[in-house]
T-cell receptor, first 110, second 114 residues
Framework: RKEVEQDPGPFNVPEGATVAFNCTYS??????FFWYRQDCRKEPKLLMS???SGNEDGRFTAQLNRASQYISLLIRDSKLSDSATYLC???????????FGQGTELSVKP | DTEVTQTPKHLVMGMTNKKSLKCEQH?????MYWYKQKAKKPPELMFV???????INESVPSRFSPECPNSSLLNLHLHALQPEDSALYLC?????????????FGPGTRLTVL
Protein backbone atom coordinates (compact mmCIF):
# COMPACT_ATOMS: atom_id res chain seq x y z
CA ARG A 1 0.00 0.00 0.00
CA LYS A 2 1.33 3.43 -0.93
CA GLU A 3 1.92 5.85 1.93
CA VAL A 4 -0.27 8.52 0.32
CA GLU A 5 -2.86 7.60 -2.28
CA GLN A 6 -4.94 9.95 -4.37
CA ASP A 7 -7.70 9.63 -6.95
CA PRO A 8 -5.90 8.76 -10.17
CA GLY A 9 -7.66 11.33 -12.35
CA PRO A 10 -7.60 13.12 -14.69
CA PHE A 11 -10.69 15.11 -13.85
CA ASN A 12 -12.21 17.02 -16.74
CA VAL A 13 -14.89 19.45 -15.60
CA PRO A 14 -16.71 22.46 -17.05
CA GLU A 15 -16.20 25.95 -15.65
CA GLY A 16 -18.35 26.54 -12.61
CA ALA A 17 -18.39 22.90 -11.56
CA THR A 18 -17.64 21.67 -8.07
CA VAL A 19 -14.90 19.07 -7.90
CA ALA A 20 -13.66 16.98 -4.99
CA PHE A 21 -10.30 15.29 -4.59
CA ASN A 22 -9.74 12.47 -2.13
CA CYS A 23 -6.57 11.25 -0.49
CA THR A 24 -5.75 8.56 2.05
CA TYR A 25 -2.57 8.12 4.08
CA SER A 26 -1.19 5.06 5.79
CA UNK A 27 0.73 6.41 8.80
CA UNK A 28 -1.66 7.10 11.67
CA UNK A 29 1.08 9.11 13.42
CA UNK A 30 1.18 11.73 10.66
CA UNK A 31 0.75 15.25 11.98
CA UNK A 32 0.80 17.63 9.05
CA PHE A 33 -1.23 17.62 5.88
CA PHE A 34 -1.07 19.85 2.85
CA TRP A 35 -2.49 20.36 -0.59
CA TYR A 36 -0.05 21.68 -3.18
CA ARG A 37 -0.88 22.55 -6.75
CA GLN A 38 1.56 22.18 -9.59
CA ASP A 39 1.10 23.79 -12.97
CA CYS A 40 2.62 22.14 -16.02
CA ARG A 41 6.43 22.46 -15.97
CA LYS A 42 6.34 24.62 -12.83
CA GLU A 43 7.18 24.02 -9.19
CA PRO A 44 4.66 22.81 -6.60
CA LYS A 45 3.05 25.68 -4.71
CA LEU A 46 1.29 25.41 -1.39
CA LEU A 47 -2.45 25.68 -1.84
CA MET A 48 -3.41 25.15 1.76
CA SER A 49 -2.52 23.33 4.93
CA UNK A 50 -5.20 21.01 6.25
CA UNK A 51 -6.30 21.28 9.85
CA UNK A 52 -8.27 18.86 11.98
CA SER A 53 -11.25 21.19 12.17
CA GLY A 54 -11.30 21.67 8.42
CA ASN A 55 -10.48 24.94 6.77
CA GLU A 56 -11.65 27.09 3.93
CA ASP A 57 -9.91 29.61 1.69
CA GLY A 58 -12.28 31.24 -0.74
CA ARG A 59 -13.52 28.58 -3.14
CA PHE A 60 -11.30 25.89 -1.60
CA THR A 61 -12.25 23.73 1.38
CA ALA A 62 -10.01 21.11 2.93
CA GLN A 63 -11.14 18.42 5.35
CA LEU A 64 -9.21 15.94 7.48
CA ASN A 65 -10.61 12.77 9.03
CA ARG A 66 -7.91 11.33 11.29
CA ALA A 67 -9.96 8.26 12.22
CA SER A 68 -10.29 7.27 8.57
CA GLN A 69 -6.87 8.70 7.61
CA TYR A 70 -8.55 10.60 4.83
CA ILE A 71 -8.04 14.09 3.43
CA SER A 72 -10.20 15.90 0.91
CA LEU A 73 -10.11 19.06 -1.15
CA LEU A 74 -13.26 20.65 -2.54
CA ILE A 75 -13.10 23.29 -5.24
CA ARG A 76 -16.29 25.23 -5.86
CA ASP A 77 -17.11 27.29 -8.94
CA SER A 78 -14.10 25.98 -10.90
CA LYS A 79 -12.15 28.45 -13.01
CA LEU A 80 -10.02 27.78 -16.05
CA SER A 81 -7.04 28.87 -13.96
CA ASP A 82 -7.67 25.98 -11.53
CA SER A 83 -6.37 23.57 -14.18
CA ALA A 84 -3.30 21.96 -12.60
CA THR A 85 -2.14 18.84 -10.81
CA TYR A 86 -3.16 18.71 -7.15
CA LEU A 87 -0.75 16.96 -4.80
CA CYS A 88 -1.80 15.57 -1.44
CA UNK A 89 1.17 15.77 0.93
CA UNK A 90 1.70 14.30 4.40
CA UNK A 91 4.68 14.62 6.72
CA UNK A 92 6.96 11.60 6.87
CA UNK A 93 8.60 9.84 9.79
CA UNK A 94 11.75 11.97 9.75
CA UNK A 95 12.00 15.70 10.34
CA UNK A 96 11.44 17.62 7.15
CA UNK A 97 10.43 14.60 5.10
CA UNK A 98 7.25 15.00 3.06
CA UNK A 99 5.38 12.15 1.42
CA PHE A 100 3.66 13.11 -1.83
CA GLY A 101 0.70 11.43 -3.42
CA GLN A 102 0.88 10.74 -7.14
CA GLY A 103 -1.18 13.85 -7.87
CA THR A 104 -4.56 14.29 -9.50
CA GLU A 105 -4.74 16.26 -12.70
CA LEU A 106 -7.60 18.70 -13.10
CA SER A 107 -8.62 20.21 -16.42
CA VAL A 108 -11.33 22.88 -16.35
CA LYS A 109 -12.91 23.48 -19.74
CA PRO A 110 -14.89 26.52 -20.96
CA ASP B 1 8.68 37.16 0.58
CA THR B 2 8.42 33.41 0.13
CA GLU B 3 10.90 33.13 -2.69
CA VAL B 4 13.40 30.41 -3.40
CA THR B 5 15.59 31.03 -6.45
CA GLN B 6 17.41 28.43 -8.50
CA THR B 7 20.02 28.70 -11.24
CA PRO B 8 20.33 27.76 -13.98
CA LYS B 9 16.77 27.31 -15.26
CA HIS B 10 17.91 24.80 -17.86
CA LEU B 11 21.07 22.71 -18.09
CA VAL B 12 22.25 20.31 -20.75
CA MET B 13 25.31 18.25 -19.92
CA GLY B 14 27.22 15.26 -21.19
CA MET B 15 27.87 12.20 -19.10
CA THR B 16 31.48 13.22 -18.49
CA ASN B 17 30.74 16.80 -17.46
CA LYS B 18 30.81 18.30 -14.00
CA LYS B 19 28.21 20.94 -13.25
CA SER B 20 26.51 22.51 -10.23
CA LEU B 21 22.98 23.58 -9.45
CA LYS B 22 22.46 26.50 -7.11
CA CYS B 23 19.64 27.41 -4.77
CA GLU B 24 19.19 30.48 -2.59
CA GLN B 25 16.64 31.68 -0.08
CA HIS B 26 16.56 34.83 2.06
CA UNK B 27 13.64 33.94 4.31
CA UNK B 28 15.87 32.97 7.24
CA UNK B 29 14.86 29.34 6.83
CA UNK B 30 17.13 26.81 8.52
CA UNK B 31 16.14 23.77 6.46
CA MET B 32 16.76 23.26 2.76
CA TYR B 33 15.97 20.37 0.46
CA TRP B 34 16.77 18.87 -2.92
CA TYR B 35 14.11 16.97 -4.82
CA LYS B 36 14.11 15.22 -8.18
CA GLN B 37 10.95 15.12 -10.28
CA LYS B 38 10.34 13.08 -13.40
CA ALA B 39 7.49 13.86 -15.79
CA LYS B 40 4.02 12.95 -14.49
CA LYS B 41 5.48 11.86 -11.13
CA PRO B 42 5.55 13.60 -7.75
CA PRO B 43 8.78 15.08 -6.38
CA GLU B 44 11.16 12.58 -4.77
CA LEU B 45 13.23 13.74 -1.83
CA MET B 46 16.99 13.49 -2.30
CA PHE B 47 18.61 15.42 0.57
CA VAL B 48 17.65 17.45 3.63
CA UNK B 49 19.91 20.01 5.28
CA UNK B 50 19.06 21.27 8.73
CA UNK B 51 21.15 24.07 10.21
CA UNK B 52 23.63 23.58 7.35
CA UNK B 53 24.19 19.93 8.23
CA UNK B 54 23.06 17.02 6.09
CA UNK B 55 20.30 15.29 8.01
CA ILE B 56 18.71 13.04 5.39
CA ASN B 57 20.24 11.36 2.34
CA GLU B 58 17.67 9.21 0.60
CA SER B 59 20.28 6.73 -0.68
CA VAL B 60 21.15 9.03 -3.55
CA PRO B 61 24.01 7.87 -5.84
CA SER B 62 27.34 9.53 -5.14
CA ARG B 63 27.34 11.21 -8.55
CA PHE B 64 25.06 13.73 -6.81
CA SER B 65 26.93 15.66 -4.12
CA PRO B 66 25.10 18.29 -2.05
CA GLU B 67 26.74 21.19 -0.30
CA CYS B 68 25.37 23.84 2.04
CA PRO B 69 27.95 26.68 2.26
CA ASN B 70 25.73 28.80 4.54
CA SER B 71 22.18 29.04 5.75
CA SER B 72 20.97 30.77 2.57
CA LEU B 73 22.67 28.68 -0.08
CA LEU B 74 22.40 25.11 -1.24
CA ASN B 75 24.34 23.55 -4.09
CA LEU B 76 24.05 20.24 -5.87
CA HIS B 77 27.23 19.13 -7.61
CA LEU B 78 26.78 16.78 -10.53
CA HIS B 79 29.40 14.45 -11.97
CA ALA B 80 29.26 11.50 -14.36
CA LEU B 81 25.50 11.57 -14.63
CA GLN B 82 23.45 9.13 -16.65
CA PRO B 83 20.69 9.94 -19.17
CA GLU B 84 18.11 8.59 -16.68
CA ASP B 85 19.13 11.43 -14.34
CA SER B 86 17.41 13.86 -16.69
CA ALA B 87 14.64 15.48 -14.64
CA LEU B 88 13.45 18.65 -12.96
CA TYR B 89 15.55 19.33 -9.86
CA LEU B 90 13.68 21.29 -7.24
CA CYS B 91 15.08 23.06 -4.23
CA UNK B 92 12.86 23.87 -1.27
CA UNK B 93 13.22 25.54 2.10
CA UNK B 94 11.27 25.63 5.33
CA UNK B 95 11.66 27.47 8.64
CA UNK B 96 12.92 24.31 10.32
CA UNK B 97 13.11 20.63 9.40
CA UNK B 98 10.09 19.88 11.52
CA UNK B 99 7.03 17.81 10.82
CA UNK B 100 4.73 20.83 10.74
CA UNK B 101 6.86 23.16 8.65
CA UNK B 102 5.62 24.21 5.23
CA UNK B 103 8.12 23.80 2.44
CA UNK B 104 8.46 26.45 -0.27
CA PHE B 105 9.78 25.35 -3.62
CA GLY B 106 11.98 27.11 -6.11
CA PRO B 107 11.18 27.08 -9.85
CA GLY B 108 13.56 24.21 -10.50
CA THR B 109 16.40 23.42 -12.88
CA ARG B 110 15.44 21.31 -15.86
CA LEU B 111 18.39 18.99 -16.45
CA THR B 112 19.04 17.02 -19.61
CA VAL B 113 21.88 14.51 -19.65
CA LEU B 114 23.05 13.47 -23.10
Amino acid sequence: RKEVEQDPGPFNVPEGATVAFNCTYSNSASQSFFWYRQDCRKEPKLLMSVYSSGNEDGRFTAQLNRASQYISLLIRDSKLSDSATYLCVVNGDQGGKLIFGQGTELSVKP
Amino acid sequence: DTEVTQTPKHLVMGMTNKKSLKCEQHMGHRAMYWYKQKAKKPPELMFVYSYEKLSINESVPSRFSPECPNSSLLNLHLHALQPEDSALYLCASSPFAGSTDTQYFGPGTRLTVL
